[in-house]
């Protein structure tokens, strides 16, 4: 079946720091991967998404590249924020439409 | 911008009885989803509704579990007879249809059984 590993946290950067948070999946087809985000007591939200390889997602400075050949899609951004500060999810969709998750890596950015 | 809401934020329940988690969902939106998350696990599908009827389901999804839209604007899961081991975080999602990839999230309700 379906499974999406990224990096287990804490993650714990100084603002303006560079980010990396790992995210590889396991899928029998051609998925479509997103990186969802969840700020304290809110729901999910989309951060951003590709949907065929070597395509890539942006949003808010945060950027992640479909990488088929070693099917991953590693989170990055430049300089974080405090604000930045939140869980963030990689998932994978298929064709049935329902979500994979990842178990979510909580970024903590100190000023 | 509009918002998928849940209702109630967190609900408290004894063992045994029944629970009806609420949602309302975008407006113009025509898939449903239930997702639900055990407090330090992933995020888990449970189901997908569209047009009426249940498109997929998780091996999660057993018959103590149903969906409902009652009427144009609410979404529901109802757990017939709650068991400790549904206590979790439980999250409603919405979108506007199969080719956007895109499902939008409510805030959650947490459900916990005593």
């Known amino acids: 079946g379906n499974s999406v590993t990224q990096m287990e946290g804490p993650v714990t950067l100084s603002e303006e720091a560079f980010l990396t948070i790992n995210c590889t999946y396991t899928a029998t087809g051609y998925p479509s991967l997103f990186w969802y985000v969840q700020y304290p007591g809110e729901g999910l939200q989309l951060l951003l998404k590709a949907t065929k390889a070597d395509d890539k997602g942006s949003n808010k400075g945060f950027e992640a590249t479909y990488r088929k050949e070693t099917t991953s899609f590693h989170l990055e951004k430049g300089s974080v924020q405090v604000s930045d500060s939140a869980v963030y999810f990689c998932?994978?969709?298929?064709?049935?439409?329902?979500?994979?998750f990842g178990g979510g890596t909580r970024l903590m950015v100190k000023p | 911008e509009p918002e998928v809401t849940q209702t109630p934020s967190h609900q408290v329940t004894q063992m045994g009885q029944e629970v009806i988690l609420r949602c309302v969902p975008i407006?113009?939106?025509?898939?449903f989803y239930w997702y639900r998350q055990i407090l330090g696990q992933k995020v888990e599908f449970l189901v997908s509704?569209?047009?009426?009827?249940?498109?997929?389901k998780s091996e999660i999804f057993d018959d103590q579990f149903s969906v409902e839209r009652p009427d144009g604007s609410n979404f529901t899961l109802k757990i017939r007879s709650t068991k400790l081991e549904d206590s979790a975080m439980y999250f409603c999602?919405?979108?506007?249809?199969?080719?956007?990839?895109?499902?939008?999230f409510g805030p959650g309700t947490r459900l916990t059984v005593t």
């Open positions: 999602a919405s979108g506007k249809d199969r080719s956007s990839y895109e499902q939008y």
């Open positions: 998932a994978l969709e298929d064709a049935g439409n329902m979500l994979t």
């Open positions: 407006s113009n939106h025509l898939y």
């Open positions: 509704f569209y047009n009426n009827e249940i498109s997929e």
